[in-house]
């Protein structure tokens, strides 16, 4: 285990945490306690004290109970970022039963195949998806769906802009559990605890851009040393306001926008949907001290036209991971906040970060160093050895956050996993470097490597040099066939609307050229109007490589020489 980074690590924080060997949800109960009249959760001008949050939980968990679900169900939140959801996780785990966060942009095809496969027997949504629930379930051992409507908890006059979609409700067909009903015909007498620390808390899926999806198995321990240390690391406090624009079903925004805040008892300024209206205005009115996105959420932000003239001094901590932050970016973050922009990095599997900058010395586009008692090292693709500092080769990683492996899947845990040193190590799949004081890399996805003419180029090298030019607002890099140069690099570029008609995509090349290797520069741009982006609002370069696929299958390689230069 390199320990170089420990020269760098915060001063007056411990190396390694003792953590709570108690069930997850005791940390709402916790704070209710300590904090029973202080709002946990403003939504949109809403405000729900500590004691009504938990009173609600165990109400929802005396409701499942009566259900029929007992220790180990599995039970399924599929849902927007809404007050449904943090009652509804909680109250899950006080019944004993196993969380199922579903991504709520899934068809209803997709949604039957992670019901089947986690075998969830209670589904909790809103109106405007029980469509897609009730859809799936007739071929499914799903039992009982419970809908909730947003303006259960909407004020009636909300202290900032809410999405026209959350101001209707949905068709209801048959005859559901409804969300308020159920809170309110049970008494808040929860089951008997029958959970402890290493049962099985939750069951969240990978994204499934290499196959079929995976359940990553969750005990409450694993959470539990991802939301101390985030709150630890980022010195949360009960007079904390985090910003939540992340969504909750994803293990980036429930860590560090929901669990670290209730565990330092502070509040949570929820938004449904990303708006960058909406966001500014609950940092200005809130007072908000702490903001986790991803850079996608950052761009548009500073896109906006007064973004200078917005008071967002209360922001203390502004960090994020998913993709690599642009300096010309984070540059101008810097100017309009005084902010370093903190990078991490995490996976499903590791129920978020293994990895932090430190919040007195991070480094841009660089995922920090490992988190308390996380190992990680670098090793080769070929040979399974260790590499030395400097060398790129595949991330590897052992600590408390590791998940106990993939649900029903002992062909990919065999895969997954290898031991060094008498550790269990979880192979990330992610090519990575590590500098010589320690601080890791990330240089791309082993599977995203473009092959020019047999030189190796990372996408996410290039897509760095593009930010720096002034009319591109977004861009992905994928890499498209080439019968010659076997690859070729392809930029699929956002112009900011006041370049549009005055940009070429062969003025974007000659740029290009000019910045970068001869082999890297994108040799073909595509003007669009919108990249495909995950419910996590991370691009989906995949979907972009795959439709290139297809199209270069498709047309053959003859507009591909047209457009060379």
């Known amino acids: 285990m390199n320990t170089a980074h420990f020269k760098f690590w915060p001063p007056r924080l411990p190396r390694e945490l003792v953590y709570p060997r108690v069930p997850l949800y005791e940390f709402l109960e916790t704070s209710a306690r300590r904090y029973p009249d202080k ?50 996780y909680f109250g899950i785990m006080r019944a004993n039963a196993v969380v199922v966060p579903i991504n709520p942009m899934l068809t209803s095809g997709e949604l039957k195949v992670l019901l089947e496969d986690s075998g969830t027997a209670v589904l909790i949504t809103t109106s405007d998806l029980y469509g897609k629930a009730l859809g799936a379930r007739g071929e499914t051992g799903l039992r009982e769906i419970i ?11 909300p202290e900032m802009s809410v999405p026209t979609a959350m101001m209707s409700r949905g068709e209801i067909s048959g005859t559901p559990r409804r969300w308020l009903d159920t809170l309110r015909d049970n008494d808040p007498a929860p089951p008997a605890v029958e959970t402890g620390p290493d049962d099985l808390a939750m ?48 293990v980036t925004g429930l860590i560090h926008s929901f669990l670290a805040p209730v565990y330092a008892g502070g509040t949570i300024v929820l938004l ?37 003239g917005r008071d967002l001094s209360s922001l203390a901590i502004i ?12 540059q101008k973050l810097f100017e309009v906040t005084g902010l370093k922009y903190l990078e991490g990095y995490g996976m499903t599997e590791t129920i978020s970060q293994t990895h932090f900058n430190p919040p007195d010395r991070p480094k841009l586009r660089c995922i920090g160093i490992p988190d308390f008692g996380v190992d990680a090292r670098i090793i080769d693709l070929e040979t399974g050895q260790e590499l030395p500092p400097g060398r790129e080769g595949e991330l590897i990683v052992s600590g408390p956050e590791v998940m106990k492996g993939y649900w029903n899947r002992p062909r990919d845990n065999e895969e997954s996993f290898i031991f060094k040193d008498g550790k269990r190590f979880l192979r990330t799949g992610d090519i990575c470097k590590m500098d010589e004081e320690g601080y890791f890399y990330i240089v791309d996805r082993s599977k995203r490597m473009i092959n020019a003419a047999g030189f190796k180029v990372w996408p996410t090298e290039v897509e760095s040099v593009l930010y720096r030019h002034p009319a591109i607002s977004e861009v992905c890099v994928v890499g498209t066939p080439d019968p010659v140069r076997v ?62 696929k297809e199209r270069v299958a498709r047309e053959g390689y003859y507009w591909m020489k047209e457009k060379k230069l």
């Open 319 to 330: 960090g994020g991971g998913g993709a690599p932050m642009p300096e010309a970016v984070a």
């Open 39 to 88: 709002p946990a959760l403003i939504y949109y001008g809403t405000r729900i004290s500590y004691r009504d949050l938990w009173d609600s939980v165990e109400r929802l968990s005396a409701a499942l109970h009566r259900m029929g679900v007992k220790k180990g169900d599995r039970v399924a939140l599929f849902l927007q970022n809404t007050p449904h959801f943090i009652i509804g």
């Open 487 to 548: 690859e070729n690099v392809k930029a699929f570029i956002i112009l900011r609307d006041e370049y549009r008609g005055k940009v070429t995509e062969e003025d974007i090349i000659s740029w290009a050229r000019e910045n970068m290797a001869a082999y890297r520069y994108p040799r073909i741009v595509e003007f669009v109007t919108q990249l495909p982006k995950s419910g996590t609002g991370k691009i989906q370069w995949k979907e972009l490589q795959q439709q290139e």
């Open 147 to 157: 809908v909730g409507e947003y303006d259960d908890y909407l004020p009636v006059e």
């Open 203 to 250: 069951l969240p899926y990978t994204s499934g851009s290499t196959g079929i999806p995976k359940g990553c198995m969750h005990t409450h321990a694993t959470i539990i040393s991802n939301t101390v240390s985030s709150a630890v690391w980022h010195s949360l406090l009960a007079n904390s306001m985090v910003l939540a624009t992340l969504p909750l079903f994803h």
């Open 272 to 308: 449904t949907r990303w708006d960058r209206e909406a966001a500014i205005t609950a940092i200005e009115k809130y007072r908000c001290t702490v903001w986790t996105n991803i850079t996608t959420m950052v761009v548009d932000l500073l896109n906006h036209p007064n973004i200078a």
